[in-house]
């Protein structure tokens, strides 16, 4: 059952060929190595881009009106939901992470990220320019990455990392950030959450305790239903669109 405290999320910005592809990789094989389980999600700005072949049978499948394809392989699964993105907020494409996810790493989808408070960021930069320029419209900064010499700033107290050299580094800037939070969620999976419309909504431990012992009773008394109290169950009510 997923816990009341939200996935960390670090976002992952700069512009175009600064490293952000780069900086994932070493940020997941880092946070991986810690036994972190980390997702990841990647802005494409490819107009018409689809991860699907035409020609091939998931093609053809969404051509013929299909909302949503899922392809299964021996060591893959892959969701293809044909929906407009183009509005769609960072929760809304966030949640459709796995619940027992640690943290999120997403790259690009600086729109979105930049002036979030609740979103670390780490900026990739080729330039002491592109630093100082940054400082001014992307809050909060946790790390500039870069592969450039020439990108020091004796403006700038943001630490400033070489990530093809000190990756660890990164990591453990990371890591102090979101350490704790994810020790926390995971101290508290086991709790009752309620999210409406990708809103999660403050519930104190007495109210969680109030909640599952009341969907448990009612829950139990269902054919079929086997309760024994340790289950994660999962309830979904939706409205039908008129």
């Given at each position: 059952m997923?816990t009341?405290?939200?996935?960390?999320?670090?976002?992952?910005?700069?512009?175009?060929?600064?490293?952000?592809?780069?900086?994932?990789?070493?940020?997941?094989?880092?946070?991986?190595?810690?036994?972190?389980?980390?997702a990841?999600?990647?802005?494409?700005?490819?107009?018409?881009?689809?991860?699907?072949?035409?020609?091939?049978?998931?093609?053809r499948?969404?051509?013929?009106?299909?909302h949503?394809?899922?392809?299964?392989?021996a060591?893959?699964?892959?969701?293809?939901?044909?929906v407009?993105?183009t509005?769609?907020s960072?929760?809304?494409?966030?949640?459709?992470?796995?619940?027992?996810?640690?943290?999120?790493?997403?790259?690009?989808?600086?729109?979105?990220?930049?002036?979030?408070?609740?979103v670390?960021?780490?900026?990739?930069?080729?330039?002491?320019?592109?630093v100082?320029?940054?400082?001014?419209?992307i809050?909060?900064?946790?790390?500039?990455?870069?592969?450039?010499p020439?990108?020091?700033?004796?403006?700038v107290?943001?630490?400033?990392?070489?990530v093809?050299?000190e990756?660890?580094?990164?990591?453990?800037?990371?890591?102090?950030?979101?350490?704790?939070i994810?020790?926390?969620?995971?101290?508290?999976?086991?709790?009752?959450?309620?999210?409406?419309?990708?809103n999660m909504?403050p519930?104190?431990?007495?109210?969680?305790?109030v909640?599952?012992?009341?969907?448990?009773?009612?829950?139990s008394?269902?054919?079929?239903?086997?309760?024994?109290?340790?289950e994660?169950?999962?309830?979904?009510?939706?409205?039908?669109?008129?």
């Amino acid at each position: 059952m997923p816990t009341n405290l939200p996935t960390p999320i670090i976002a992952v910005v700069g512009s175009r060929h600064s490293g952000k592809t780069t900086t994932v990789e070493a940020m997941v094989r880092g946070l991986a190595a810690k036994g972190y389980k980390v997702a990841t999600a990647k802005h494409i700005h490819q107009t018409g881009f689809t991860i699907d072949t035409q020609g091939r049978d998931t093609w053809r499948h969404s051509q013929a009106g299909a909302h949503t394809v899922v392809a299964v392989a021996a060591n893959e699964l892959t969701t293809i939901k044909k929906v407009a993105t183009t509005k769609f907020s960072l929760s809304e494409i966030v949640k459709n992470c796995d619940d027992n996810i640690d943290v999120i790493v997403v790259e690009g989808f600086r729109g979105l990220a930049a002036q979030d408070p609740a979103v670390p960021k780490i900026v990739t930069v080729k330039s002491k320019r592109e630093v100082d320029e940054a400082t001014q419209v992307i809050k909060p900064i946790l790390a500039f990455t870069t592969m450039s010499p020439h990108a020091e700033s004796d403006k700038v107290k943001t630490p400033l990392v070489d990530v093809t050299k000190e990756p660890e580094r990164l990591i453990e800037i990371i890591d102090k950030c979101i350490g704790p939070i994810i020790t926390k969620r995971r101290e508290t999976r086991d709790s009752t959450s309620i999210d409406i419309n990708g809103n999660m909504l403050p519930l104190n431990p007495y109210v969680q305790k109030v909640t599952r012992n009341v969907l448990f009773g009612v829950i139990s008394t269902l054919k079929g239903a086997n309760i024994r109290g340790n289950e994660n169950i999962k309830i979904t009510i939706t409205t039908p669109e008129t």
